[in-house]
């Protein structure tokens, strides 16, 4: 194919978004020639790598055009990625992408070369072995990953919790490879695990939400109408390691601390008006009283959003450790060719115009968190399930965070 049909192919998204109608709030597109000097040098640069570099076997159009778009939308943010056909197989009906071992907190991709880490969550066991998206996965359990199909090797991840993983993976900007073992969690499927009043201060409730579930609103509803029916006078909402979540929850949530149809989230998109997201118009119970909301390094999407909301809106004071920073709405758009991108189209945004995206919420008082704390915080829902010993180490902790909410409270 010569330069110039080639260019005027790849051109012709660039045409089409010009063309497109003025919207409100649209951003001004790029002179449509502007494209031409970029594509030629792109072009220019694949045909001297094909010309030059001594692994023909990698040198395809096929595999060099893939890998560039792999580049090209990693490097926008976290969430945005190429879709291979092998990736596009994993996509179920309604275009969710199968290829997460949720029990060790990670996803799985492939390109035209090899497996990698496709994404990892902010509070798994991939996460605390220090392992990071775009990293190659070498081997799965002492087999080697390059013979493997994504789905093969998505089935040789799968393990009950307490069974363990191994991996040998390569920072990709890097030599040195790293073997790593993970060890499967037990995946929490409620959303309200713990509920009640402090021992100690039992004007104080505790609600400690693990993530937006389906019908998470109506749980923390009724706890609350339990605790207030107990003489609970103020509140500490628990979102460590709350990775997020339903969006319509989160404002109904919203919606029980706040005044009804209040603006609490919006959601920006380019070429479209900003959409307002507002709590029921109608509350059932008002409830004024004082409350802490405590987040973490791990807390992300809808905590960031419940935690930045009530902190714009002067209802809760925010304490812990600055958030993980995801505020960004993602779809699936397929390309043809069995390839798909993940794309993020919109950002959202707290009552203030901030959005956590990249960013995270900051707390009003901070509270670093160790790793004894955190795995104490893990403990914490699970006390029954203790042995002896654990559970005298446990009695003997304190929780930074909570300590620190019981002073303000008081």
């Not at 023909?56 to 778009?69: F, G, P, R, T």
């Not at 902790?397 to 909570?402: E, G, L, Q, R």
Request: hydrophobic share 40%; glycine share 6%.
């Amino acid at each position: 194919m010569r330069i110039g049909t080639l260019i005027f192919a790849l051109s012709l998204p660039v045409f089409a978004q010009e063309a497109a109608p003025a919207q409100k709030n649209a951003i001004p597109a790029e002179p449509t020639e502007a494209a031409y000097p970029a594509l030629e040098r792109f072009i220019n640069v694949m045909e001297m790598t094909k010309a030059r570099h001594p692994d023909v076997e990698k040198l395809s159009y096929d595999q060099l055009i893939n890998q560039a778009l792999d580049g090209m939308l990693s490097s926008l943010d976290p969430h945005s990625s190429f879709i291979h056909p092998e990736m596009q197989e994993m996509m179920d009906k309604d275009g969710k992408l199968n290829n997460e071992v949720a029990s060790l907190g990670l996803s799985l991709g492939k390109n035209s070369e090899q497996l990698y880490l496709s994404a990892i969550e902010a509070n798994g066991p991939a996460a605390l072995a220090k392992l990071t998206p775009d990293m190659k996965v070498l081997q799965i359990n002492k087999q080697d990953a390059s013979k493997l199909s994504l789905k093969t090797a998505l089935e040789l991840l799968v393990g009950n919790a307490g069974q363990t993983a191994q991996l040998l993976v390569q920072d990709p900007t890097k030599p040195d490879k790293s073997e790593v073992t993970l060890t499967h969690r037990y995946i929490e499927e409620r959303s309200l695990i713990l509920a009640k009043l402090l021992d100690k201060n039992p004007q104080i409730g505790y609600l400690r939400l693990a993530q937006f579930g389906s019908n998470c609103a109506r749980e923390i509803e009724a706890a609350l109408d339990e605790l207030e029916d107990k003489g609970m006078k103020s509140l500490i909402l628990d979102l460590r390691e709350n990775g997020g979540g339903d969006l319509h929850e989160t404002v109904q949530i919203l919606g029980l601390f706040t005044p009804p149809n209040t603006s609490v989230v919006s959601v920006r998109e380019r070429n479209k008006a900003e959409e307002f997201l507002k709590t029921p118009e109608r509350q059932r119970r008002n409830r004024p009283y004082p409350i802490v909301v405590l987040i973490d390094r791990h807390s992300a999407s809808a905590s960031e959003l419940t935690a930045g909301s009530l902190k714009d809106l002067k209802r809760a004071k925010i304490i812990g450790e600055r958030s993980y920073g995801k505020g960004s709405v993602q779809n699936i758009i397929p390309m043809g060719n069995s390839t798909a991108l993940r794309l993020t189209i919109a950002t959202y945004h707290t009552p203030s115009g901030e959005t956590p995206h990249l960013k995270g919420i900051d707390p009003d008082i901070v509270v670093p968190f160790n790793d004894t704390d955190r795995d104490n915080f893990l403990k914490a829902a699970r006390v029954s399930s203790l042995s002896p010993k654990e559970k005298e180490a446990f009695d003997k902790w304190t929780d930074p965070a909570i300590a620190e909410a019981i002073n303000l409270l008081k």
